[in-house]
């Protein structure tokens, strides 16, 4: 395209988890949560008047940046910001802390999304890979660049490191450290204490999973004031809509309704992860709504996700290294895994 950036030409774009236009489908691709969201939400979302569509929005969001300060224990609204989804705050972040040509560092696997990023941003991926058990490496504390994204529990592995390694990190990295806490309502511990500890942490989360609304589009990030002012400045004004503003709210102060649907998921990830494990996968252990089932054995991954596929369950398949080996599998109801692990006995039994 003759009027394009130069460094488009090489830019291929995200590709997003297939969304199936049809009905008859388990769907175990995009993490999505199985459960709806709180009728609370519902309940707002009917409520809203036409009022709330003529006006512009609060560009500052500022009802819900004050509950979310307060939730958890966070001085005031100054420390937190709403973005639309959180994939607007990682480009956000980006823009706003890492000039064109500079370094951001990344474990590997990843989310995929951090190196669209920043080949839009023509900035520099460098990626360190975890260990076998994807674990962070001696290496990675050992990178210099602008800005570290660094997910916890990591994406696609589900695994977690442990919070002295991001405490480290935060310490000694010279540059901003996003921690994407996307799948953390379904962990054991979390990092939403580091931005009063550190002034280089960034925690970013998701209403997509755990809230059950990756069709709203919300997402957070905590930082030290400063930080957040700069961000502020970048964004765009109006980035988060009145529907968006008074469904985040709703879902925030139904907070035990999350945590209840968080627990139904954990706990179907453990039967899910046993019943795989059985019928031999290696599946490390979840900290998400998700495992990574890894098989080297025939019928390849491939081939077993198309099988599944033409049986109309569709997980996730990375044709990229260190995963060509293995299915991505979002937790969904035990009725859905249950049918999965029929369809896997069928072509792996
Ligand atoms: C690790 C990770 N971070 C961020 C996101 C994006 O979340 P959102 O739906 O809020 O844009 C995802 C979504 O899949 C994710 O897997």
Redesign the pocket.
């Known amino acids: 395209m003759k009027y394009g950036r130069a460094i488009l030409k090489d830019v291929e774009g995200y590709v997003p988890g297939e969304q199936p236009k049809h009905g008859n489908i388990i769907k175990l691709n995009?993490?999505e949560n199985p459960y709806p969201p709180s009728p609370k939400v519902m309940d707002v979302l009917r409520q809203i008047g036409p009022d709330a569509l003529r006006k512009y929005p609060d560009p500052a969001a500022a009802k819900f940046r004050e509950t979310y300060a307060r939730h958890f224990d966070y001085p005031g609204p100054e420390w937190v910001l709403l973005g639309n989804?959180?994939?607007e705050l990682?480009a956000l972040a980006i823009r706003t802390f890492v000039d064109p040509g500079d370094a951001v560092l990344a474990s590997y696997p990843t989310?995929s999304l951090y190196e669209v990023l920043c080949q839009l941003h023509d900035c520099r991926m460098e990626y360190v890979d975890l260990d076998e058990r994807f674990q962070l490496t001696e290496r990675f504390f050992g990178c210099a660049a602008r800005m570290c994204l660094l997910?916890r529990p990591n994406?696609p592995s589900g695994v977690s490191s442990p919070r002295e390694d991001v405490e480290r990190l935060c310490r000694t990295f010279d540059g901003i450290v996003v921690i994407?806490e996307?799948?953390v309502d379904f962990a054991d511990d979390d990092c939403m204490d580091f931005p009063k500890r550190f002034d280089n942490a960034v925690v970013m989360r998701?209403f997509?999973k755990s809230f059950s609304l990756?069709g709203m589009?919300?997402?957070t990030a905590v930082a030290r004031p400063e930080v957040i002012q700069e961000l502020l400045k970048v964004k765009d004004s109006y980035n988060m809509d009145a529907v968006s503003q008074a469904v985040a709210l709703a879902a925030l102060e139904d907070y035990g309704y999350m945590q209840a649907n968080a627990a139904k998921v954990r706990a179907t990830r453990a039967r899910l992860r046993a019943a795989l494990i059985a019928l031999g996968f290696t599946v490390p252990e979840s900290q998400s709504n998700f495992l990574l089932a890894q098989w080297d054995r025939s019928p390849s991954a491939r081939e077993i996700f198309d099988a599944l596929r033409a049986q109309n369950i569709v997980v996730r398949y990375f044709n990229l290294r260190r995963l060509q080996n293995a299915l991505r599998i979002s937790v969904g109801t035990d009725e859905e895994c249950d049918a999965l692990l029929d369809a896997l006995r069928g072509i792996v039994g």
């Open positions: 995009t993490n989804g959180m994939d990682l989310y997910t994406a994407d996307a799948y998701t997509s990756a589009r919300l997402g």
